[in-house]
Structures are given as C-alpha cells and as structure tokens.
C-alpha cells in the first residue's frame, strides 16, 4: 500500500500529510507512529532502528490519536490518564494480612500461566511522566489536556450534571453551599427576579410536579421513582390518610379527557405533547379505550392497573406548565398536608430511599447544578434558562469552583467503548490523553474529522502551540489545514508526490492545489 514513501523529518519539525481517499496517508502516518511495522525499507529515530525499540519507549515518547478512539468502560479520569499507566511505580503498601495474602496468591497463579507478574492494584500513574507531582498538579495538567482538545467546557457541563460525595469531599460541599446563598443573593437582582421559584418546607413549589412537591427531596434508587409513585403502598397509604385517593382518581380521568380532546387532532411534532409530557402519544389509544369503559361503566369498575394509569397522572402535573385549573390553592395546601405526612411518618425502611430537601444541608442525590439552584426554572420564562445557566456560571467562577465541578465531571462513568459520551467527546478525550503524557513526537491521523469547523480550527492551533518544540505530523483530512506547517508532504497511490511548504506547493498549482480546489 506504501511504496516510494521517503522522507526525513528533523525534531521539532511540524508536517502536514495531505492527500485523496486512496492515496494510503493514513497507513504512512502510522508507519511513523510504530503502529505498524514495514515489511521493507528502514524506520529509524535517530540513530536508533524503530524495530529493535522496546514499546516501554516507543509507548512513552510517541502519541497517537487516529479518526475513531478505544474507550474503557471507567471513568472519564481513567481514560485520560491512561497513557501514564506503563508500568508499577511502586508497590501497594498491604497492611492487611488478609489482602497481602490473597494478592500474593493471584499473582503466584498469574506467574503459573505465564500472564504478567505485576500487581494492578499498585500504583501505575507516572506523574513524572505528565510533569506533576502530586494529585493536585495531576489534575491541573488534566484540565491543560482537555483545554488543548478544547473539552473542558464539556467536562464542566459534565460536572454540573454529575454528583458529589459530602462525607469524601466535605470542603467541597461546603463549598457549593457558599455558591447556594450566593446565588440566592443574586436572583433578588431585578434581572433575574421570578426566574427562579426556590424551595420551600412549608410553601408548595408551582413549578415543580406534583410527586416532586409530595416528595420534597430527591429520590434514591427506584422506591421513590417519579413515574411509578402510584405503584408505592406507602405513597398510596399517605394520600388515604389525607383523602386524596378518590381525588387523585377524579382529576387523573379529567386530566386524560381534556388531553385526548386536545391531541386528537394534533400533528405528532405540535409542541403540546411537549408541554403535556405525561400522556405521550404512543399511549393515547389506551387511553381513549379506558375513557370509553369509564363511560360505559363508571371509574370504578377500573380493574388495578387502569386505576394505576389514571393516578399517574397528577402526580407529574406542575400548575405553573400545565394551567388545567386541576392543582388549585385548595389542593395545593392538601398536597402541603400530604408532604409533612409523608414526612413524618416514613418507615425505617424507606429512609434511606429519598434525600429531603434541606436549604442548609448539601443534598448528595441531586447533581452539582440542582444543589447550587435550590428551586425549579419559572416555566414560560424568556432565556430563563439561558441567563440562570449563565448566572450559575458566574458564581462558580467568583468562588473558585470551577476546578471542583471539573472534577466532578472527570468522575462521569463513559459506559462501555464511551457510548455515554458523543462521538467528538470521545474523539477529544483521545487527543487530551495523548497530550497529557508529554511525547517527543505526537501524531493524528484525521483526528479532529468528526469535529464542527470550529472546534477543527481551535484544536489545530492548540496542539501547534502545545507542541511549538516538538515533533508535530499529522494526516489531514482537509488539505486547507495544512497551511502554515513546516513542510507538507502531499501522497497519491502509496507515493510523496509532492513535497515542500504549503505557499510553495500551492503556487506549483499542481497536486495540492486540486486537493484544496475539491474541498
């Protein structure tokens, strides 16, 4: 596939590869990274044979990033850093009798079937290697990674969406409480007054949902789960003792009438299957078949699981959204009635499977951004969502806590290959990791191709400037990029067919410039 390919490349130079789909640059490219080895000619650094380098070497001094990116199923963290992980830095101190034995005891049988002696619960993380220290400075040259792969905003989104341990991280907690009354402080501004409705023990919340109001506190595993409160006995026994049960019943049949009345003739794109979420339009049709055995043979005759449908429904109402007159003062109040039974009289059982709210305690089960609002966005609002995001923004810049929620997000768990994150996120993750190790010579084949022109533009001139002293190649995959770079080596058919600078090249009007013509 590669034949006539040669070329001599001094250090620190910066060479761009350009060339058509089969003009093979990808295959050249990692021919020079050592990924595949050729089966003629020589590949040398230096003054050393590519072939007779030990990958302990080739693995630490040369990065990679090519079109597409192998995550692992860990956390965001762990796949940054793992280009650091080559080998133990030091042995894992087992004070416990117990866990010495029963490594000892695994790595006796990995030596048996000839697998690797070494322990993976030591240390593996090379801070040499990234240019740090300690962790503090491990998360520093992190957050210098992501901003090259231009991602630390997508690690901040991450983190504000992510959750944090209070009893692990207590400073940190106490931390974003300080963000909460800041916040507070701030949406009594004429600017950003009534954007916000905040939560109160004894006020009813009129942009929350009506389970959110019962519950007051965020559920924990699926006890509590939002869809299927009518499901929960205990839910069920609290609106019985405040006689709510018949109510809920009336007001889900009246909610499904008035939305079928209103979606029958609806188009399945109108925004008010939007607003009106809690009857989607798959379910429509059993809906209307129940209405129609109501009106036949009253609510109850409803067997279980049909009662169970029509309950659901107030529970995901929230008056300020759904203005259907149905959650007036009068029930509101009821509903404040029902908050404090469910409250007060929640089993031991079940204590563990809803987080109340509390304005002067952080809430563990709720992510960084909900702890830091403390309320629910005013629906109907313009840019409310915008301007709070924007605010919320501001105050964690003010206090110092950007580096907090980074970290949060770098916890975020990928899932497996990195289906949790987009297909640019995952590609940006594998060029963060190949600069944080710090090689002498980093190469990319297309590695930016599946990133908005943008983000292309500012990659590029991040990892130009990251790299300025050191070898930079890279297999574009728009010829115009290669400009500026010290040489271009322009391919077709597994050949250099051109090479020079980028102004030099165009001026022939040969090769390249037809490549750049045909962008």
């Known amino acids: 596939l590669i034949d006539g390919f040669n070329v001599e490349i001094e250090p620190g130079q910066h060479i761009a590869l350009v060339g058509g789909p089969t003009s093979s640059k990808d295959r050249a490219v990692m021919l020079l990274a050592h990924l595949l080895d050729p089966n003629s000619g020589k590949l040398r650094y230096g003054d050393a044979e590519a072939q007779a380098m030990p990958e302990v070497v080739t693995g630490t001094q040369i990065g990679f990033v090519g079109p597409s990116t192998s995550l692992f199923s860990a956390s965001l963290m762990d796949n940054v850093i793992y280009g650091l992980r080559q080998a133990p830095k ?52 992190v957050r210098r990674g992501l901003a090259v792969a231009d991602m630390e905003d997508d690690v901040y989104q991450l983190g504000l969406r992510g959750r944090l341990d209070p009893e692990t991280r207590p400073e940190a ?21 009534g954007l916000v409705e905040p939560f109160d023990r004894d006020a009813y919340n009129t942009n929350a949902t009506v389970g959110e109001n019962l519950l007051f506190g965020t559920p924990v595993g699926d006890d509590f789960d939002l869809d299927r409160l009518p499901e929960n006995e205990y839910v069920m026994s609290v609106l019985a003792k405040v006689d709510l049960v018949d109510e809920f019943l009336s007001i889900g049949h009246e909610v499904a009438q008035t939305m079928v009345e209103l979606f029958a003739d609806l188009p399945p794109d109108h925004e008010y299957f939007g607003q009106f979420s809690f009857i989607s339009l798959d379910d429509l049709p059993e809906f209307q078949t129940l209405l129609r055995k109501v009106e036949r043979d009253g609510l109850e005759e409803l067997e279980e699981n049909e009662r169970l449908m029509f309950m659901a429904l107030p529970f995901k109402m929230a008056p300020a959204r759904h203005r259907l007159g149905l959650i007036d003062n009068a029930m509101q109040d009821r509903l404040l009635e029902a908050r404090r039974a469910f409250a007060e009289d929640l089993p031991e059982s079940l204590k563990g499977s809803v987080e109340f709210f509390d304005h002067d305690l952080y809430n563990t ?19 409310a969502q915008a301007k709070i995001g924007d605010l919320i923004s501001d105050v964690i810049e003010n206090l110092g806590l950007r580096i907090v929620v980074v970290e949060v997000g770098l916890d975020f768990e990928v899932g497996i290959g990195g289906a949790r994150l987009s297909s640019a996120q995952r590609q940006k993750t594998a060029i963060a990791r190949a600069v944080l190790k710090r090689p002498q010579m980093i190469v990319l084949s297309e590695a930016t191709a599946a990133l908005d022109g943008s983000a292309q533009t500012t990659i590029l001139k991040n990892i ?3 790299f300025s002293d050191r070898t930079v190649i890279w297999a574009m995959h728009r010829p115009s990029q290669a400009k500026n770079f010290d040489e271009v080596l322009v391919m077709a058919d597994g050949k250099i067919v051109e090479k020079g600078t980028y102004d030099e090249l165009v001026e022939k009007k040969a090769v390249l410039a037809d490549l750049i013509g045909a962008e």
């Open 90 to 141: 030091g042995p894992r101190d087992y004070s416990d009798d117990a866990a010495r034995k029963k490594m000892e005891r695994e790595l006796g049988e990995s030596a048996k079937t000839a697998n690797s002696a070494d322990d993976v619960l030591a240390d593996w993380i090379d801070l040499e290697r990234a240019g740090v220290e300690n962790r503090e400075e491990l998360i520093e040259a």
């Open 464 to 466: 130009r400037e990251e």
């Open 365 to 383: 089960a709720s992510s960084l951004q909900d702890n830091i609002l403390f309320g629910k966005l005013a629906y109907g609002r313009a840019q």
């Open 173 to 193: 907690a106490k931390r974003l409480l300080e963000a909460r009354s800041l916040l507070e402080s701030r949406l009594l501004e004429d600017s950003y007054r």
